[in-house]
Structures are given as structure tokens and as C-alpha cells.
């Protein structure tokens, strides 16, 4: 097995993952196929942690949008970014993976509360950590939640899990058929750009603390594994070499 340039991770899964193509709003088969993606990449010895999206689920701005309060309609996504994480912890420890959840939100009968210290003892010992509820408060995304776990648990890097989508383009590839996909882009150009990556919140997070960030298409088997091996895969983003 390839061994991977780093030491530890924090994996971005978006909500929508775990619905893939279905219409479901949880499919037992993405999930599973999530799982063993991560359970071949936990193999390669590497401290996992990951940040669970919910919009597959409830989204905060679309919630406000017709009408419910914003805090309100975020405190709720951020109860779905926690059932994420626990179908997606059943599934790791069905294939052998010790798994912690730990959520922003106080709800002790089913997940840990979120403590730094913790949650590194356990990336130490050798578990997955899934982190749920967001950073806790409204406002803030979990685009907002990766780049802030990835720091306090001194990752290096950040894997942005994208569904089907292969990096980061100048255009939307589903409409522009000649749009141009970045193999890597610095972080203020894809800020200027306004590049749909991640929110500007998140990304000059990792800008301002040159935490790499690495942009790939999670349901192409065996590109998580790769990108951990430094294989060229999806769109890195970077400062200045």
C-alpha cells in the first residue's frame, strides 16, 4: 500500500454526499460507499478527522429565504449535519473503523460534546472523529467549521469531498462545456474569482494560516487515497510556492 505524505487530515464531507443520486435523503449505498473510502485511506495509518454537511438534509439560507428566522434556521441545520454523522459513524464501525462523534451542539445521549483536547487524544489513538453542528453558532457554514476544526487539530491539509465534481473550474462545467479546470489556483485568486469552492469566510481562514486546501471528486474510487498520496488529483489550493 502507497503511504501518504501526511500525518493527519480533515476531511470536508458535504451533506449532499450522502445522498448521491437518489432521492433519498440518506442513501445506504453512498454512505457505504463513503465508509469504505474512508476506512481505505484510515488504512494508510493517517489521523482522519471529518466535518458532516446537512444539506442534503436542511439548509439555513434556503429556510430563511421563506421566511424563518436565520439563527433559528441555521440552529436546525445543525441538527442535520448531526444525523449525517451518526449514519455515517454506523457505517465506519460496521467496517471495523472506531469512530467518536462530536458535536458543537450539546446532545450528550448521542455524541460527545466538542473538546479539542479530546478530539486529538482520539485522532492519537487511532479513530475517526467525525465533527458535527457545525462551529455552533448561526451564521457561519461548515465550509466555515472545516477550516476551524482543521486548524485547532493542527491538520495539514483539507480535503474538500466534492460530489462529482472534480476540482474547481472557471465556469460551471454543467452549463459551460469550455470551462477550464485548475490543477492548482492560489487562495486569493479563487477569492477574487469568486470561485463557487467554499464560502470567503472559510477560505481566507486558510489563506491567513497557509492551510492547504485540496478540491476532489469523492465518488471517483480511490481519489481520496490518492490525494493523500500526493498523486495529482482535483484542484489544489495553495499560497505562492
Known sequence: ????????????ISGESLKGASSEII???????????????????????AVVGGG??????????????????????ML??????????????QRGVVTRTQSALQMQAVAEPYIRRRAIRHLEKGRVVLFAAGTGNPFMTTDTA??????EIGAQVLLMAKNHVDGVYDADPRRNPNARRFTRIEYLEAINRRLAVMDSTAMSLCMDNNLPIVVFDIFQPGNLVRALCGEPVGTLISGRE
Not at 5 to 10: G, N
Not at 35 to 40: D, G, H, T, V
Not at 56 to 77: K, L
Open 80 to 93: 442535520a449535519t448531526v444525523i449525517n454523522a451518526l449514519a455515517l459513524q454506523d457505517a465506519l464501525e
Open 27 to 49: 442513501d445506504s449505498s453512498s454512505v457505504s460507499y463513503l465508509a469504505q473510502e474512508i476506512r481505505q485511506a484510515h488504512a494508510l495509518g493517517i489521523e482522519l478527522a
Open 1 to 12: 500500500m502507497s503511504e501518504s505524505r501526511y500525518r493527519r487530515i480533515l476531511l470536508k
Open 56 to 77: 442534503n438534509i436542511w439548509r439555513g439560507q434556503e429556510a430563511e429565504q421563506r421566511g424563518m428566522d436565520r439563527a433559528t434556521a441555521d440552529y436546525a441545520g
Open 146 to 151: 472545516s477550516s476551524l476544526r482543521a486548524l
